[in-house]
Each structure stands twice: as structure tokens, then as C-alpha cells.
């Protein structure tokens, strides 16, 4: 198979596709109807040959319309021992799911709720204790097949959360609790288990943490994670869904605001917000 990829970006300008180095504007203008298709890759590169060559792709949106975005937790270990870690009970029920049949799967939020990339991301006013969750994060269709993937910035606070698991709406769901994109990448192909990805944290100019993980630390298939949100839930535009993080920040770290989140994945490119 000729492992080839494209990338989708939406933009204030329309639909745009990357091929290579070049930028074409597509004649399609339904950003939900075109993306929502099994064969997206094929119809990507179908569409690129009627399509105009531009320059830049201009004001770059977040990719979730009128998608839901929903994520998945736990699915690192490193992910089950930060959230002990902040637990004040010992976090028993994190070392539960993470062995669990069931993953832990939740609504994020939807598109008013979700910053485009270079736009502020936020942390609450009532939590003391914030970090960025950066995470590979699926396109699934309405039929539930994985169709592309792209960045996503998972902000969470770990004060609420840490104080009862039953608070994990609150802690995960508020204005600028996310942040999606740049693009998605498109391809004929599943994307490779040794994909990296990083996290930079930059507080006037110093960068102030890192952190990286490959996909085959997780202990979840994509598949599997899509086919649980999907179980009793209908998408009729498709999904976004977070795949969960493997890079946890020490306890004694939390974001401030004016900080800078950077999470690069190979292949897809950077996701850039400052924190608000």
C-alpha cells in the first residue's frame, strides 16, 4: 500500500487541503457534510484536482463544528499514577479502570467550548491546580470509523478532580477547556503506534516543562476507545475523541496565566495556546 497522507485545515477562508508543501482551497464549502465520509482520504485527493493552489491557508479554525468532542481518561499508565497522585482518597478507582474492561470515556465539550489553535485556552477561577493533557485525538464518522486524526489540548484541573471523582465535569468541561487542531491529518493508512508526541510549557519565554510519550505506551486501541463512546451514542456528523494523555507534570506544577501550551505530534504537526 502507498502510505501517503493529506491534511484538512478549516478556515475563515473555506475548506483547505495540504498536499506536500502546497495549499489548495476546495470547491466544497460544507465543512460537516465534507468530512463526514469513510472514504475521506479518497475524497480529499479527488477534490484537490479541481482545486485552486493557494498560498497560506490563511485564519486557521478549530476543526469541531458541529461535532461533539468527548475523551477518554487512564488509558497511560502514567496517566493512572498522576491521578492517584492528586487523589485524596489514594485514587483506588483510577487503578480500577485503568485494568478495567471499560475504559473511562466522558463528554469534553462541543465547538463554542473549544478555542481555535493560536486563541487562549483557560483555567477556572475556583482551581488551584491546573494542567494541559495533550493528546492524539481521533475523527471518527457517523458510522464510527476512524477517518483522521489531530491534536488535541485537554486542559484539566486536578484541584476538583482530585478532591471527588464525581466532580470530573467540572474539572474537564468550561469555556476554553480544550483546544483542537491545526488540521487534520488525513491518510490511507493507521497512524504509527512509535508517533510521538510533546509538550512544551513556556512561561516568559522559558520553557518550564516537557514532556514526551509514544502512542505505544497506551494501553488502549484506537478502536476500541471509538467503539465504547459509540456503544449507545449517535454522532450524526461524527466525533472528535480525545485519546488520553501520557504526560502528567509533577505535583508541585500548575499552569499560570500568560503561560504558553505547545504540543507538537510527528506527522500532524503543532498545536499552539496561551493560557488564559
Avoid at 134 to 152: D, F, N, R, V
Avoid at 199 to 206: C, E, G, P, T
Wanted: glycine share 8%; proline share 5%.
Amino acid at each position: 500500500m502507498d502510505h501517503t497522507s493529506l491534511k484538512l485545515y478549516r478556515t475563515e477562508r473555506g475548506i483547505v487541503a495540504q498536499e506536500n508543501q502546497t495549499y489548495y482551497l476546495l470547491e466544497e464549502t460544507d465543512w460537516d457534510k465534507f468530512i463526514n465520509d469513510d472514504e475521506l482520504y479518497e475524497k480529499t485527493r479527488n477534490s484537490i484536482k479541481n482545486a485552486l493552489p493557494i498560498n497560506e491557508t490563511g485564519q486557521i479554525l478549530s476543526p469541531v463544528s458541529a461535532q461533539e468532542l468527548w475523551a477518554c481518561g487512564v488509558t497511560y499508565l502514567r496517566s493512572k499514577q498522576g491521578r492517584q497522585e492528586e487523589s485524596k482518597d489514594g485514587g483506588d478507582i483510577y487503578a480500577r479502570v485503568y485494568d478495567a474492561e471499560r475504559p473511562e470515556v466522558f463528554f469534553k465539550g462541543n465547538t463554542h467550548r473549544i478555542s481555535a489553535p493560536g486563541r487562549p485556552v483557560r483555567i477556572r477561577k475556583d482551581s488551584g491546580w491546573d494542567v494541559p493533557e495533550p493528546e492524539l485525538t481521533l475523527l471518527a464518522s457517523s458510522s464510527g470509523k476512524i477517518i483522521g486524526y489531530t491534536i488535541g489540548n485537554d486542559m484539566s484541573s486536578r484541584s476538583i478532580e482530585g478532591e471527588n471523582p464525581l466532580y470530573l465535569p467540572q474539572a474537564k468541561t468550561f469555556d476554553g477547556c480544550a483546544s483542537v487542531g491545526p488540521c487534520i491529518l488525513v491518510m490511507n493508512h493507521a497512524i504509527s503506534r512509535d508517533t510521538e508526541i510533546q509538550l512544551s510549557i513556556f512561561r516568559d519565554s522559558k520553557e518550564v516543562f516537557f514532556g514526551s510519550v509514544q502512542l505505544n505506551q497506551m494501553k488502549r486501541g484506537l478502536e476500541e476507545l471509538v467503539g465504547y463512546v459509540y456503544k449507545e451514542c449517535s454522532f450524526p456528523h461524527g466525533a472528535f475523541i480525545m485519546t488520553g494523555t501520557g504526560i502528567v507534570p509533577d505535583h508541585d506544577f500548575t499552569l499560570n496565566s500568560g503561560d504558553l501550551i505547545r504540543i507538537s505530534i510527528s506527522g500532524i504537526g503543532t498545536l499552539e495556546n496561551p493560557v488564559a
